[in-house]
C-alpha cells in the first residue's frame, strides 16, 4: 500500500514535466547548463553598480571587462543564442507563452535560480 502511494505521488508529481513542449524542456536544460554563469554576471552587474555608486571608475572598469569576458566564451554564447531563439518559439509574440504551462515550469525554474544564486 504504502509503496502504491509513492508511486502514485511520483507520477503526479512527474506529470507537469510530461505536458511541456519539447522547445520548453530544451530552454529549461539549456538555462540550467547557464545557470552559474547567469549567476556570476548577476554578482558582477552588482558589483559593477556599487564600484560606480562608489567612485571607483577603475574597478567598475575592470569589473565591466571580466564581464565581457564571460559572454565572449564561444559555448556560452552559443547556448544564449539557441536559449534566444528557443525564448521566441516559446512564445506567442505578445510577450506570453503558446502554452501556459510551459510558462509556469520556465518561471519556477528560474525563480529557483536566482534563489539559488543569492
Known amino acids: 500500500m504504502t509503496r502504491a502511494l509513492v508511486l502514485a505521488a511520483a507520477a503526479i508529481a512527474a506529470f507537469p514535466a ?3 513542449t519539447s522547445a520548453a524542456k530544451e530552454f529549461m536544460a539549456i538555462a540550467q547548463q547557464l545557470e552559474p554563469v547567469h549567476c ?5 552587474r552588482r ?3 556599487l564600484a560606480e ?4 571608475q577603475a574597478r567598475a572598469s575592470e569589473l565591466r571587462a571580466k564581464f565581457d569576458s564571460l559572454g565572449r566564451d564561444p559555448e556560452t554564447a552559443r547556448l544564449e543564442a539557441r536559449l534566444g531563439d528557443l525564448a521566441r518559439r516559446i512564445g ?3 510577450g506570453a507563452t503558446a502554452d501556459p504551462e510551459d510558462l ?3 518561471s519556477a525554474q528560474q525563480r529557483g535560480a536566482y534563489y539559488r544564486c543569492e
Open 40 to 44: 556570476e554576471k548577476r554578482k558582477l
Open 92 to 94: 506567442d509574440g505578445k
Open 18 to 20: 510530461f505536458a511541456l
Open 47 to 49: 558589483e559593477i553598480a
Open 104 to 106: 509556469d515550469a520556465i
Open 53 to 56: 555608486i562608489e567612485g571607483r
